[in-house]
């Protein structure tokens, strides 16, 4: 499963990557640290992911604007926001954005890399 990653801290980032590959099969294919490079990435390369992981806070833009672009994306295509503030507001609005799962980075890492492990399979 080919995985492109929307987060703006280097250090968490990195270690996302090197999780998902070693505990769920997931290879990488890219990264932004911004709205507008997650979206212009997306726009060009529709069908090169299976797995979108988005942080809502970003170094410019948001989460939900890269959510609300890949509104048009095929069946298999997940899209999840790992965020800090996971909180039942944002949970609701990542939803209603078209996020298929929300997680809290602190406190459902697990949960998150066993859905991705799912997905995978």
Known sequence: MKAYIVEDNAVIRDNLMETLTELAGVQTVGYSETEQGACF???????????????????????????????????RQRVVVLSNYATADIRERCLACGADAVFDKSTELDQFLAYCSRQHH
Do not use: K, M, N, T
Not at 42 to 70: M, N
């Open 41 to 75: 990435w997306l726009a060009q390369h529709p069908r090169d992911w299976q797995l979108l992981v988005v942080d809502l806070f970003l170094r410019q833009g948001s989460g939900l604007g890269v959510l609300r672009e890949c509104g048009q994306r095929s069946s």
